[in-house]
């Protein structure tokens, strides 16, 4: 691997990954895109543990967590871990978010991955916001003041080292 000169730190591979979606009818395929040269190849051993589409994903400098979404029928809490070392994807009970729900945002930092919003099985608008630490490979609903102002759902995230951001979204019921 190559190092940094200024500072000795490992210097990340430029790819990206894409999960689930559906194509159509759910699907658990994994992409991997090549930024260098804009290539873009399914990852068989990567493939979600549970095909399905309206779920989210962020993820560090070593994993990607994707949590959430249906199947086509139901929806799921359940967390998938993809460790990019070795392009494989797990499915890790213990990260599932606090409720099922579909429609959600995600964005994280070095330590943290943070999913918000999103709809449940009650077809009700969530503001809920859920933390997984990379660390343990846990999930915890935040307390409220960690809330989404209003409940909502295909709902969009951005953020950088020390803050996310979650807007728009469609507002049809309130939790």
Same mark, same amino acid.
């Given at each position: 691997p190559a190092n940094r000169y200024i500072? %000795?730190? *490992? $210097?990340s591979p430029k790819l990206g990954y894409f999960g689930g979606g559906s194509a159509p009818g759910a699907t658990a395929q994994m992409d991997k895109v090549n930024f260098?040269?804009?290539t =873009?190849?399914? $990852? &068989?051993?990567a493939n979600l543990s549970l095909a399905r589409y309206e779920l989210a994903a962020t993820g560090n400098a070593d994993a990607g967590y994707? %949590? @959430? %979404?249906? #199947?086509?029928?139901?929806?799921h809490s359940r967390m998938?871990? *993809? =460790?990019?070392a070795?392009? =494989? =994807? !797990?499915?890790? #009970? @213990?990260?599932n978010l606090s409720e099922a729900r579909i429609g959600l945002a995600a964005v994280g930092n070095a330590t943290d991955g943070y999913f918000g919003g999103g709809r449940n &099985?009650?077809? !009700?608008?969530?503001?809920?916001?859920d933390k997984v630490s990379y660390s343990s490979d846990t999930t915890e609903a935040l307390p409220s003041s960690g809330f989404i102002s209003v409940g909502r759902y295909f709902i969009s995230a951005t953020g950088n080292s020390t803050a996310g951001y979650f807007g @728009? @979204?469609?507002? !049809?019921?309130t939790m």
């Open positions: 500072d %000795g730190a *490992l $210097v260098a040269d804009d =873009t190849a399914a $990852v &068989p051993g994707f %949590g @959430g %979404g249906q #199947p086509g029928s139901g929806y998938d871990k *993809l =460790t990019y070795s392009d =494989t =994807t !797990v499915y890790i #009970p @213990g990260a &099985p009650s077809d !009700v608008d969530v503001a809920t916001m @728009g @979204g469609v507002v !049809v019921s």
